[in-house]
């Protein structure tokens, strides 16, 4: 069964940086795609960086220039390098791997939890990321 594993989460000031890991079991990252999610309390499930099988990447302007994702496949790991972290980077991040098809249900809520969303096949648990001074 394939399982993915964030980990690096942790609380900082704002300035701060951290790097969030994903490794990857029963999955092999090299010929897929993989993205970061994160979601706060109460708040929409927000897609923060993706990468594509050729290595294009893509971020919304909210992180743009202070977040990077990157992948390793020697060591079957993905990573997210987030720089200049904010007040309202607070959140859980999860990691995702392998986009697939998936049409959004008319009735769905952007405040479902990321992992119930259908763009990628496997899903972390999560790790949480505070930024407070």
């Known amino acids: 069964e394939a399982q993915l594993l964030e980990s690096g989460g942790g609380s900082v000031q704002p300035g701060g940086s951290l790097t969030l890991s994903c490794a990857a079991s029963?999955?092999?990252?090299?010929?897929?795609?993989m993205a970061w999610y994160r979601q706060a309390p109460g708040g929409s499930c927000e897609l923060v960086a993706t990468?594509?099988?050729?290595?294009?990447?893509y971020y919304p302007d909210s992180v743009k220039g202070r977040f990077t994702i990157s992948r390793d496949s020697a060591k079957n790991t993905g990573y997210l390098q987030m720089l200049n972290l904010q007040l309202g980077d607070t959140a859980v991040y999860y990691c995702?791997?392998?986009?697939?098809?998936?049409?959004?249900?008319?009735?769905?809520?952007?405040?479902?939890?990321?992992?119930?969303?259908?763009?990628?096949?496997?899903w972390g648990q999560g790790t949480q990321v505070t930024v407070s001074s």
């Open positions: 995702a791997a392998d986009s697939q098809e998936w049409l959004l249900p008319s009735a769905w809520s952007p405040l479902n939890l990321c992992t119930t969303r259908g763009e990628y096949k496997y």
């Open positions: 029963g999955f092999t990252f090299q010929g897929s795609d």
């Open positions: 990468i594509s099988v050729d290595d294009v990447t």
